[in-house]
């Protein structure tokens, strides 16, 4: 059997949806951690384009980004399929897929530069954008239906990383009043067991946005 290795970094939403893609179809893999501030030379070789993990590595082939590396996972390995059988299935899902990593994340991004009401605004624009996914959602388990699947792995660990960062921020991005049925979600994913291996420790990751919120305004005064 062919060598996958991961590199990836324990703080990265990216690279846990890999390692959960890679957990669901019972694929071996060698994790290899970077310290993105000290790249390693193997991680510039394998993604010189974008210098950013996650990359997998099958058959010394690497893959680069997540999206990509998640089709890469299911496409190779086709036991318990992440993406529908149905071509119009598979389509809707890449495309909420693509709108949460165009549309919500980078507008999430703004609120911690902004203040006041600029920031007040940016929230709502998300709240608006996120209702999409509300209302995919809404009346069923998973977005797939019955069983974790590819829009599921994608949205969660960012979603989760927004409702950790609020605890640092105060910037309230997910709520139960506003978004029942991903609150319920996310609190149903998180009881489960390969999905819980993926996520990283609660104060560590506290920690770890604390001092990367204050270096990021150190650097900006």
Same mark, same amino acid.
Request: contains cysteine; charged residues 25%; hydrophobic residues 45%.
């Given at each position: 059997?062919?060598? !996958?290795?991961? %590199? ?12 959960? $893609? ?11 951690? /970077?310290?993105?501030?000290?790249? @390693?030379?193997?991680?510039?070789? =394998? ?11 099958? &058959? ?5 980004? *997540? ?23 598979? $389509? ?20 911690? $530069?902004? /203040? +006041? ?8 624009? !998300? =709240? ?6 509300? &209302?995919?959602?809404? +009346?069923?388990? %998973? %977005?797939?239906?019955? *069983? ?15 409702? !950790? ?6 910037? /309230?991005?997910? @709520?139960?009043?506003?978004?029942? $049925? ?13 999905? &819980? ?10 920690? %770890?946005?604390?001092?990367?919120? /204050?270096?990021?305004?150190? *650097?900006? &005064?």
């Amino acid at each position: 059997m062919a060598e !996958v290795k991961l %590199f990836g970094m324990w703080a990265s939403p990216f690279s846990h949806t890999v390692e959960l $893609a890679l957990k669901l179809k019972g694929v071996q893999y060698h994790y290899i951690e /970077e310290d993105l501030s000290n790249k @390693s030379p193997l991680l510039l070789e =394998y993604n010189p384009v974008h210098k950013k993990i996650p990359v997998l590595v099958h &058959n010394e082939k690497p893959i680069a980004e *997540s999206l990509v590396i998640l089709e890469y996972i299911d496409e190779t390995w086709q036991n318990n399929p992440l993406l529908p059988k149905d071509p119009y299935d598979r $389509a809707i899902a890449r495309f909420w897929a693509k709108f949460f990593h165009e549309q919500i994340l980078p507008t999430a991004l703004k609120t911690i $530069a902004a /203040e +006041g009401k600029e920031q007040e605004q940016i929230i709502e624009q !998300v =709240y608006q954008k996120l209702n999409f996914l509300e &209302n995919e959602l809404n +009346g069923k388990d %998973f %977005f797939g239906g019955g *069983s974790i699947g590819y829009l599921d792995i994608v949205v969660f660990f960012i979603a989760r990383a927004f409702q !950790v960062n609020q605890e640092v921020t105060q910037v /309230e991005l997910i @709520s139960k009043e506003k978004l029942p $049925a991903i609150c319920k979600w996310i609190e149903k994913l998180l009881k489960i067991d390969v999905v &819980n291996e993926c996520i990283p420790p609660r104060e560590k990751h506290i920690a %770890f946005i604390r001092a990367h919120l /204050e270096a990021a305004k150190s *650097s900006s &005064n």
